[in-house]
């Protein structure tokens, strides 16, 4: 399974963004996605995930300002980033775990990341 991660690029603190992550291949079910970044020096960190039935989670830094969401239909979710910080400047990758089709292994893909830097 592939995922082509898009939407990044440059705005100012207080802009908004929308970053798409689109999986293809043998997808029978997706479980979960999830969008994580990395800023320079910096460890990974989990920003917001989508789970079966919907459920959401956000870490602190992401509560109130950005939104996960996702199109079963055409496999792709979402991440709606507002109020946009200068801290949120990082590589935004996506992480999609799932199942594939017959005979229906599960599968954990990553994207290949997209650059959000935000301006004061």
């Known amino acids: 399974v592939q995922l082509q991660a898009s939407g990044g690029g440059l705005v100012q603190a207080g802009g908004s963004l929308t970053l798409s992550c689109a999986a293809s291949?043998?997808?029978?079910?997706?479980?979960?996605m999830r969008w994580y970044r990395q800023a320079p020096g910096k460890q990974r960190e989990l920003v917001a995930a989508?789970?079966?039935?919907?459920?959401?989670n956000y870490a602190d830094s992401a509560k109130g300002r950005f939104t996960i969401s996702r199109d079963n239909a055409k496999n792709t979710g979402y991440l709606q980033m507002n109020n946009l910080k200068v801290e949120d400047t990082a590589v935004y990758y996506c992480?999609?775990?799932?199942?594939?089709?017959?005979?229906?292994?599960?599968?954990?893909?990553w994207g290949q990341g997209t650059q959000v830097t935000v301006s004061s």
């Open positions: 992480n999609v775990d799932g199942v594939k089709t017959f005979p229906f292994p599960t599968f954990s893909s």
């Open positions: 291949g043998s997808i029978f079910r997706i479980d979960a």
């Open positions: 989508i789970l079966k039935g919907d459920n959401t």
